[in-house]
């Protein structure tokens, strides 16, 4: 058997996320199918973890097993394309790895960027590329919730219900936060997170920066490991998974 290993740009608008569902579309089967087609054989897709509905990625990763050698990449990944293009995914590279490799349980990080359009226009060419919020967001108190963020913690107050991980402590390797003019970019990056944990984490920021809560609040809400204290979670056009580290 042979190993390779897909990294994978997607819109995930149009999708029910990456993990195949019982009914509706995911991006997980749509590349299945398609490389079934071009390979001539049944292929299992392994993906490097759960994107949610209307997330999107900038650089998947995900591997599959096959018996042939695919002997010119560069012809498999546009033929892929061919296909693939039309529901906004793209094939970027193919690599062959060993057979100890795994698209999810080799990952050491993965980074996920959060973008907000902090301007009083709703954006037209970048919609649903991010979240609108057209109340002015304090950067310094961001910064300053960020920091809180990091670290082995507790994280039970944004996870989601239906979240099936034995436990909720994770460590927050970093909060990056980058502002341009009109727009806020936030980085995470762990080995793994919870159910919306990103997500539910740019909730609060956003109460913080829009001073709807004081610094106490946001801390106090973190330590309280109640999901109900949290606020509602960012929408899910604002989220990227941006790499998978090996």
Known sequence: MNRYQILIEYVG???LGWQIQPKGKSIQKTIQDVLAKLLKTKINLIGAGRTDSGVHAIEYSAHFD????????HKFIDSS???LNKNFISILSLKKRKKNFHSRYSAKYRVYKYVIFNRLSSPSILRNRGWHVKKKIDIGLLRKGAKLLEGT?????????SCSSKSPIRTINYVKIKKT???IEIRFKSKSFLQQQVRSMVGCL?????????IKKFEDVLRSKKRKLCAPPAPSHGLFLEKVIY
Do not use: C, M, Q, V
Request: hydrophobic share 30%.
């Open 153 to 161: 913690k507790d994280f039970s107050a944004y996870r989601a219900s």
């Open 13 to 15: 608008t149009r999708f």
């Open 81 to 83: 394309n061919f296909f």
């Open 181 to 183: 003019k009109e727009s």
């Open 66 to 73: 096959i018996k042939k050698k695919i002997l010119n990449p």
């Open 206 to 214: 956003k109460y913080l920066g829009e001073t709807k809560w004081d």
